[in-house]
């Protein structure tokens, strides 16, 4: 089996693809959580409250999940690999503009600027994946993807906790500016290397025609709304982790970098066994288990004697999550065959605009119920959220070779 995989020219094309891909992957997600673990740090630093710094999550998400609606069609158009470059050299820019912030508000405006750029990157990558790959092989060709994204965000949050002792929290932007540089090189390379896309005209109206098109489409609707949902209640806690454990007495900032480094290792452990489950329970079943899985572990966190045990529930989070997340990513790339990346930029928007609101809904639940309560909430409610698409998600199960 194995020497027949390594002889299938389509399984070498994919492998290709996604080696290309990489290291875009890795460097965006890196800078997506990078500062979710320095929150306190760079309260004290730049002299502003906690609860404004937290705010830094969604100042990413927000222009993240803006720009959606403009550079799905303008991909469409343009080429998709095209816009990525352009996006990704201005990602690097952005980033270095964060690192040289002399306050708090300019900090906050490039990070919203770093969002608008990594929009570019990430939702567009995806729908490259969606018009070259069979649907058959989707799913696990995007989960071997995501495994160097989840790379990046492991690294984010453990990069965080190791260099900011030792350079600052401008030393981790710096760090992510230049991973950020070289895979903009990375990509130019390979696009000179590459046969020229073909390019149409922008046409705003029939970009506008078309998102009223996907928007009558059920499938869209149940799948856009999840994904919101999904990504408020999952990374709306994420800010929050370094305050929550100091006030239990648990540790801080590098007990929350690693929490994130496991919830990141969530998403290894499920690259690795999603072929297997695919074939074993198909999409259906095993949404449902990925609520069920990410439920009991918000559920522990929020019960949590000990930093061992939180970071232990934030690893089976990071399964859960990504077992839901890329069955939702996968229907997606099959919403609209025809205009893939208007219908891949409408699901990142939707799961940013999740990612915006959940911090500050978090942090409200936090100050109203405690932490007991808020987290037996958001445990509920993506045990909920999994039952609800396994319902609307079809049985079927995919190959298990990329």
């Given at each position: 089996?194995?020497?027949?995989?390594?002889?299938?020219?389509?399984?070498?094309?994919?492998?290709?693809?996604?080696?290309?891909?990489?290291?875009?992957?890795?460097?965006?997600?890196?800078?997506?959580?990078?500062?979710?673990?320095?929150?306190?740090?760079?309260?004290?630093?730049?002299?502003?409250?906690?609860?404004?710094?937290?705010?830094?999550?969604?100042?990413?998400?927000?222009?993240?999940?803006?720009?959606?609606?403009?550079?799905g069609p303008v991909g469409d158009a343009l080429g998709k690999r095209r816009v990525i470059l352009v996006c990704q050299i201005l990602l690097s820019l952005m980033v270095i503009g964060a690192a040289l912030a002399p306050?708090?508000?300019?900090?906050?405006?490039?990070?919203?600027?770093?969002?608008?750029a990594a929009g570019g990157t990430m939702p567009l990558t995806l729908a490259v994946f969606g018009d070259e790959?069979?649907?058959?092989?989707?799913?696990?060709?995007?989960?071997?993807?995501?495994?160097?994204?989840?790379?990046g965000g492991v690294a984010g949050g453990a990069l965080a906790a190791v260099i900011e002792p030792l350079f600052g929290w401008r030393g981790v932007l710096w760090i992510c500016a230049g991973f950020s540089a070289i895979a903009a090189c990375v990509l130019?390379?390979?696009?000179?290397?590459?046969?020229a896309s073909p390019t149409q005209p922008f046409q705003p109206i029939m970009a506008l025609q078309r998102y009223v098109g996907l928007f009558r489409l059920p499938a869209a609707r149940v799948l856009y709304t999840a994904v919101a949902i999904e990504g408020g209640l999952v990374f709306g806690s994420f800010p929050h982790f370094a305050p929550l454990l100091a006030e239990r007495g648990?540790?801080?900032?590098?007990e929350a970098?690693?929490?994130?480094?496991?919830?990141?290792?969530?998403?290894?452990?499920?690259?690795?066994?999603?072929?297997?489950?695919?074939?074993?329970?198909?999409?259906?079943?095993?949404?449902?288990?990925?609520?069920?899985?990410?439920?009991?572990?918000?559920?522990?966190?929020?019960?949590?004697?000990?930093?061992e045990?939180?970071?232990?529930?934030?690893?089976?989070?990071?399964?859960?999550?990504?077992?839901?997340?890329?069955?939702?990513?996968?229907?997606?790339?099959?919403?609209?065959?025809?205009?893939?990346?208007?219908?891949?930029?409408?699901?990142?928007?939707?799961?940013?605009?999740?990612?915006?609101?959940?911090?500050?809904?978090?942090?409200?639940?936090?100050?109203m119920m405690g932490s007991m309560l808020a987290f037996l909430w958001v445990a509920l409610a993506l045990l909920g959220l999994g039952w609800w698409l396994s319902l609307t998600t079809p049985g079927t199960r995919s190959e298990h070779r990329p």
């Amino acid at each position: 089996m194995g020497a027949m995989a390594a002889t299938d020219p389509e399984a070498q094309r994919i492998r290709r693809l996604i080696a290309m891909f990489a290291l875009t992957g890795f460097s965006s997600s890196l800078i997506v959580r990078a500062t979710d673990p320095l929150v306190a740090v760079i309260a004290e630093d730049l002299t502003t409250p906690v609860g404004t710094v937290a705010l830094l999550a969604s100042s990413f998400a927000l222009p993240f999940a803006l720009i959606q609606p403009f550079l799905g069609p303008v991909g469409d158009a343009l080429g998709k690999r095209r816009v990525i470059l352009v996006c990704q050299i201005l990602l690097s820019l952005m980033v270095i503009g964060a690192a040289l912030a002399p306050d708090f508000p300019t900090l906050l405006l490039f990070r919203a600027l770093s969002g608008a750029a990594a929009g570019g990157t990430m939702p567009l990558t995806l729908a490259v994946f969606g018009d070259e790959v069979p649907l058959a092989r989707r799913q696990v060709a995007i989960s071997r993807f995501l495994v160097f994204t989840i790379v990046g965000g492991v690294a984010g949050g453990a990069l965080a906790a190791v260099i900011e002792p030792l350079f600052g929290w401008r030393g981790v932007l710096w760090i992510c500016a230049g991973f950020s540089a070289i895979a903009a090189c990375v990509l130019f390379w390979s696009q000179r290397r590459a046969p020229a896309s073909p390019t149409q005209p922008f046409q705003p109206i029939m970009a506008l025609q078309r998102y009223v098109g996907l928007f009558r489409l059920p499938a869209a609707r149940v799948l856009y709304t999840a994904v919101a949902i999904e990504g408020g209640l999952v990374f709306g806690s994420f800010p929050h982790f370094a305050p929550l454990l100091a006030e239990r007495g648990l540790g801080s900032t590098a007990e929350a970098g690693l929490a994130l480094a496991a919830f990141g290792c969530g998403g290894f452990l499920y690259a690795a066994i999603v072929g297997v489950v695919l074939r074993r329970l198909g999409q259906a079943r095993m949404v449902r288990l990925g609520g069920v899985l990410a439920g009991l572990a918000l559920l522990g966190m929020g019960l949590a004697p000990t930093a061992e045990l939180f970071i232990g529930c934030a690893l089976l989070l990071g399964t859960g999550f990504f077992m839901i997340h890329n069955t939702i990513q996968v229907r997606a790339s099959e919403i609209s065959p025809s205009a893939r990346a208007s219908g891949l930029a409408m699901h990142s928007f939707s799961f940013f605009i999740g990612q915006t609101a959940g911090p500050a809904l978090m942090g409200l639940a936090l100050a109203m119920m405690g932490s007991m309560l808020a987290f037996l909430w958001v445990a509920l409610a993506l045990l909920g959220l999994g039952w609800w698409l396994s319902l609307t998600t079809p049985g079927t199960r995919s190959e298990h070779r990329p």
